[in-house]
């Protein structure tokens, strides 16, 4: 690795893990705390009347709250894997939500175990494939079936055909042989999409993945406490499917949601093809088109996240119970966000704010940052950096990641950093974003391009790209965005 020989990085970190073996040097635990889909500001203490996170709130208000967060690709894999390896998509090479991540690409669970942690994986990370990508202990989806038993066929049915992002199946390959095991046992709904509206659902609450994943995270905690550890406790909601248990869903009623002030007014004349025809279409659930429907799928999203984040409570909860909790870095983000309804999009896959920015909290045991937002650029590339300096833990120089210490330990230093997404790789459909202080420009190698001024235009509906005023910006932000990575220009 440019930088660092493979030797002197060994060396490092068997250094480390020898320095932790003091117990006067103890370094502090990990708690990764993960969601799905999860829509940036989506949260109470960030002022949205809707959202009930009462957890997520309390831990904002113990640590710092990065207001510009960013995932590197709007979409589940690829964003999972830049998060755990700190590098950019076209680095780690897992290009899409089918594409196995390389073995020999290095993971958070890696770089902590070397260091002499136990690492711990509880939930959701999509990995496509049975590596376990360096994790000690780890419980996913399969498992959840498995304490199920005959109750899986109620999530079969809730989620009606093949769908590895709600985990079923988990690996792809198990079912590409011999097709879906579930067809002709399923219930069918009459959805006449992919992707039901949602409704309340028939698996009983403490039988849903979220209890499963907050049950096994507490009895992780119970039984290896007691030594370093690094845990992602990583849930599916508020992901599809928008079928929360019933505790949720009577919390959050359709006729009371409000459609974003960007439904039905964007200009279509002046947004990329694909934007235009997400917004006319919406194939997943064309009856999205419907006010009344996107109302309801609004009440079941934020009832998602109510149980989310309910759940998420426990694990916290019994890091307080077992007296863990000032010797552990607690870390909560998602994968990406949500465009619920903005612009009349739904799901994710586009650098929208709603879609691309993400959630991101660090609560770090012992600083005086409690309560505090940073206007910081952040990426979840820049996760594993930031834990790994805090831990004292040696990685390679040479990650793209960056880390935020600096933004955690003082929120209110202006920081200049650069961000940067992408999506579609290696398609004709490939597109490109980068956020450089208050601008955010998306190149689409066949598309049309886009740049928006978000301090004036904090919604994105005022397409500057082909304006002659703005040209001059247009060709920086190209110029930056090329010097980072030439996109590949691949025809239709």
């Known amino acids: 690795m440019p930088g660092i020989t493979r030797k002197q990085f060994l060396a490092a970190a068997a250094g480390a893990a020898m320095s932790f073996s003091q117990p006067a040097k103890r370094p502090p635990n990990v708690l990764l705390l993960m969601s799905d889909q999860h829509k940036p500001h989506c949260l109470g203490i960030d002022?949205?009347?809707?959202?009930?996170?009462?957890?997520?709130?309390?831990?904002?208000?113990?640590?710092?709250?990065?207001?510009?967060?960013?995932?590197?690709?709007?979409?589940?894999?690829?964003?999972?894997?830049?998060?755990?390896t700190g590098l950019y998509t076209h680095n780690h090479r897992a290009y899409n939500n089918t594409v196995p991540w390389p073995y020999e690409v290095q993971t958070m669970a890696h770089y902590f175990h070397r260091a002499g942690y136990i690492t711990g994986l509880i939930g959701k990370m999509h990995f496509v494939d049975a590596q376990t990508h360096g994790f000690d202990y780890r419980l996913d989806f399969n498992d959840w079936w498995q304490s199920l038993g005959p109750k899986t066929k109620l999530y079969a049915d809730e989620l009606s055909r093949p769908n590895s992002g709600s985990g079923m199946p988990q690996i792809d390959d198990l079912w590409r042989d011999s097709g879906d095991p579930w067809k002709g046992a399923r219930d069918l709904d009459d959805r006449q999409g992919a992707v039901a509206v949602g409704h309340a659902s028939k698996i009983p609450e403490r039988d849903h993945f979220e209890s499963f994943v907050a049950r096994e995270s507490s009895r992780f905690l119970k039984n290896f406490g007691k030594r370093p550890f690094f845990l992602i406790t990583s849930f599916l909601k508020?992901?599809?499917?928008?079928?929360?248990?019933?505790?949720?869903?009577?919390?959050?009623?359709?006729?009371?949601?409000?459609?974003?002030?960007?439904?039905?007014?964007?200009?279509l004349n002046t947004v990329p093809r694909e934007i235009r025809d997400s917004i006319e279409n919406n194939r997943p659930t064309p009856e999205l088109r419907s006010p009344d429907q996107a109302k309801l799928r609004i009440a079941l999203y934020y009832a998602n996240l109510a149980q989310m984040d309910d759940c998420l409570g426990q694990v916290l909860q019994s890091l307080h119970d077992l007296q863990l909790e000032n010797d552990t870095i607690v870390v909560y983000t998602s994968d990406h966000g949500e465009m619920l309804g903005e612009h009349g999009m739904w799901q994710k896959f586009v650098f929208y704010e709603a879609s691309a920015g993400i959630p991101m909290i660090f609560r770090i045991p012992g600083t005086a940052s409690a309560s505090k937002r940073t206007r910081t650029l952040a990426s979840n590339v820049d996760i594993l950096p930031t834990l790994a300096e805090l831990c004292g833990v040696a990685i390679p120089n040479d990650l793209d990641g960056r880390s935020l210490v600096d933004s955690i330990r003082n929120p209110a230093a202006?920081?200049?950093?650069?961000?940067?997404?992408?999506?579609?790789?290696?398609?004709?459909?490939?597109?490109?974003?980068?956020?450089?202080?208050?601008?955010?420009?998306?190149?689409?190698?066949?598309?049309?391009?886009?740049l928006y001024d978000l301090r004036t235009d904090p919604d994105e509906m005022q397409n500057l790209a082909s304006k002659p005023k703005f040209g001059g910006k247009v060709k920086e932000l190209r110029n930056q965005l090329f010097a980072w990575h030439p996109p590949q220009e691949r025809p239709r």
């Open 47 to 84: 002022g949205n009347p809707v959202a009930r996170t009462p957890n997520l709130d309390a831990l904002a208000r113990s640590g710092v709250r990065f207001d510009r967060a960013y995932c590197s690709n709007p979409v589940c894999v690829p964003s999972r894997a830049s998060l755990l």
């Open 414 to 450: 202006q920081i200049d950093r650069i961000v940067y997404s992408e999506y579609a790789l290696q398609t004709p459909n490939a597109k490109y974003m980068i956020r450089s202080g208050d601008y955010k420009f998306c190149h689409y190698v066949n598309d049309t391009a886009e």
């Open 238 to 267: 508020p992901h599809d499917p928008f079928m929360p248990a019933e505790r949720f869903a009577s919390m959050f009623r359709a006729q009371d949601m409000k459609l974003p002030s960007t439904w039905g007014k964007v200009d």
